[in-house]
């Protein structure tokens, strides 16, 4: 069994392109949360869209792997696309330990 309390207040702050900031963060009572700064990311700009979704899912990745890292387990991420459709799930292991 999982203790998510393990991760109780485990966040991480990153900085993303275009000069948006996100911090990730896991409360036991709110599960999973992201903070934008200045504000949602809005992109008009497929390029720019690309560059920056590619930017904020290798962050999330890194967070969701600190995650799995804490609890020892691996964790299942699927992402939901514009539409609302998911996209192909992601196993994120636990880092390895040397």
Known sequence: MVDFHKIEGLT????????YRATF?????EGLK???????PRFRNERS??????AYTTERNAFYQDIATVVGCSILSVSLNEKGEPE??????PEAKH
């Open 25 to 29: 963060g896991y409360s036991v009572t």
């Open 12 to 19: 991480r702050i990153v900085g993303l392109p275009f000069g």
């Open 49 to 54: 869209k690309r560059k920056f979704l590619g």
């Open 34 to 40: 992201v903070e934008w700064e200045p504000s949602t």
């Open 88 to 93: 192909a799930p992601q196993l994120i292991a």
